[in-house]
């Protein structure tokens, strides 16, 4: 007699695991997401996007990058290279933004998690050093994984984490 294969069973089992798992990971945003062109890097943490036929500006959220100089003002260390490397990365290209809770600040500026492709610029700008870790509530969804990848920055000694006394360099 044979016996009724439990194969099918395991691959559903093993298949809702893996998208309860992967639910909020860093790999992508959900396909829903709008998908927008990128007019300008202000810094590091801060881009303008055609978004709805508009011009808006976007903070990336989750995260603080050092402050740049403005208008004749020193800046923050390691804000000119946060600005830099965002700029070589984002600029004149296509994003897809998601967004946590609240839609925008107290400045009237997007709040959104930027996905580079499947990546999440918000969590590399942490991983390399270039921003720390900031969570806002109610904006904190990411929040884990941008603690985590500072821990990880610092501890490598990447980015501000060796070029900046303050931050520990």
């Known amino acids: 007699m044979r016996m009724p294969s439990r194969t099918p069973l395991a691959i559903?089992?093993?298949?809702?695991?893996?998208?309860?798992?992967s639910s909020g990971s860093s790999r992508g945003p959900p396909s829903s997401?709008?998908?927008?062109?990128?007019?300008k890097v202000t810094d590091g943490?801060?881009?303008?996007?055609?978004?709805?036929?508009?011009?808006?500006?976007?903070?990336?959220?989750?995260i603080d990058t050092p402050e740049v100089p403005?208008?004749?003002?020193?800046?923050?260390?390691?804000?000119?290279?946060?600005?830099?490397?965002?700029?070589s990365r984002?600029?004149?290209?296509?994003?897809?933004?998601?967004?946590?809770?609240?839609?925008?600040?107290r400045y009237g500026r997007l709040l959104a998690y930027v996905y580079l492709g499947g990546e999440l610029f918000n969590l590399t700008l942490v991983r390399l050093g270039y921003a720390t870790s900031d969570a806002v509530p109610p904006?904190?969804?990411?929040?884990?994984?941008f603690s985590a990848a500072e821990r990880e920055a610092r501890a490598a000694?990447?980015?501000l984490w060796s070029a900046c006394p303050a931050a520990g360099g």
Request: glycine letters at 12%.
């Open 12 to 21: 559903v089992v093993a298949a809702t695991l893996t998208a309860a798992c």
């Open 45 to 62: 943490d801060t881009i303008h996007v055609t978004y709805l036929g508009v011009d808006e500006r976007v903070r990336l959220i989750g």
């Open 157 to 159: 000694g990447r980015g």
């Open 90 to 105: 984002l600029s004149a290209k296509t994003v897809r933004l998601s967004f946590d809770q609240a839609h925008r600040d």
């Open 139 to 145: 904006d904190t969804a990411m929040a884990p994984k």
């Open 33 to 39: 997401s709008p998908l927008v062109p990128v007019t």
């Open 70 to 87: 403005w208008y004749g003002g020193k800046g923050e260390c390691y804000g000119v290279e946060a600005g830099l490397y965002a700029r």
